[in-house]
């Protein structure tokens, strides 16, 4: 069982920065994600990382945001700046369950991958 609680959401002018938190309950060999969900609309990868610190970003994100892992402390984190309206959403972070040994490349964005989500936080981004 993986537990994972999101933190850092809040609401920022566009061309802003926010920093997103994600604290796992386990330190594990996994494979994390960052998804998001605005209203009406699918919920879409963002950041993935595999075990071995291999990153993956939609399009819509690349250059602007950043997945990390901080292993010692169990946290995955998505900086995000140059913000856009568009990037307003619900924002989860997901895992598989430990231990993955599988390809950096599955650690993508099929929701189904993933066994475990936080309760998500919000990111607002006006104009």
């Known amino acids: 069982q993986v537990r994972l609680a999101e933190s850092g959401g809040g609401s920022v002018q566009a061309g802003g920065s926010l920093t997103l938190s994600c604290a796992s309950s386990?330190?594990?060999?996994?494979?994390m994600s960052w998804f998001r969900q605005a209203p009406g609309k699918e919920r879409e990868g963002v950041a993935s990382?595999?075990?071995?610190?291999?990153?993956m970003y939609a399009d819509s994100v690349k250059g602007r945001f950043t997945v990390s892992k901080v292993d010692d402390k169990n946290t995955l984190t998505l900086h995000m700046t140059s913000l856009k309206p568009e990037d307003t959403a619900l924002y989860y972070c997901?895992?598989?369950?430990?231990?993955?040994?599988?390809?950096?490349?599955?650690?993508?964005?099929?929701?189904?991958?993933?066994?475990?989500w936080g309760q998500g936080t919000q990111v607002t981004v006006s104009t």
């Open positions: 990382i595999a075990p071995s610190g291999s990153t």
């Open positions: 997901a895992s598989t369950p430990p231990p993955y040994y599988g390809r950096d490349s599955d650690c993508d964005f099929r929701p189904n991958f993933y066994n475990y």
């Open positions: 386990v330190h594990a060999r996994i494979c």
